[in-house]
Nanobody, 115 residues
C-alpha cells in the first residue's frame, strides 16, 4: 500500500506564490512518474504538471512559465512551486504517483487565489 500526504495549500492573493508538497510512503519500490492535477468547482479534474523518474516534465499550457514541478527521490516527494497565481488557479490540487502498475492519489489540498 502507498500513502500520499499533501501539504502547502492555502489562501493567497493574485500574483502571490505557494509551494505544494506530496510525500509518498509505504510500498513505494519502483516509484515512477509523479504529478499534480487540479479540480475546480463544477469542472473536471485536469492535469497541471507531471515529472518522470528521469525528471522529464510536462505542463498544462495554462501554467507554463508560472509553475514548476520538482521531485526529491531521496525523500519520495514531489513539489509544485506556483508563482504569479491567478484567481482561475483556484482548485483542489491532487498529487498523483505511479508505483509499478498502480496509480495512487493524494487526498487533495485546497488552493484559493483571491483577486
Amino acid at each position: 500500500q502507498v500513502q500520499l500526504v499533501e501539504s502547502g495549500g492555502g489562501l493567497v492573493q493574485a500574483g502571490g506564490s505557494l509551494r505544494l508538497s506530496c510525500a509518498a510512503s509505504g510500498s513505494i519500490f519502483g516509484i515512477g512518474a509523479m504529478g499534480w492535477y487540479r479540480q475546480a468547482p463544477g469542472k473536471q479534474r485536469e492535469l497541471v504538471a507531471t515529472i518522470t523518474s528521469r525528471d522529464r516534465t510536462n505542463y498544462a499550457d495554462s501554467v507554463k512559465g508560472r509553475f514548476t514541478i520538482l521531485r526529491d527521490n531521496a525523500k519520495n516527494t514531489v513539489y509544485l512551486e506556483m508563482n504569479s497565481l491567478k484567481p482561475e488557479d483556484t482548485a483542489v490540487y491532487y498529487c498523483n504517483v505511479d508505483v509499478r502498475t498502480f496509480t495512487y492519489w493524494g487526498q487533495g489540498t485546497q488552493v484559493t487565489v483571491s483577486s
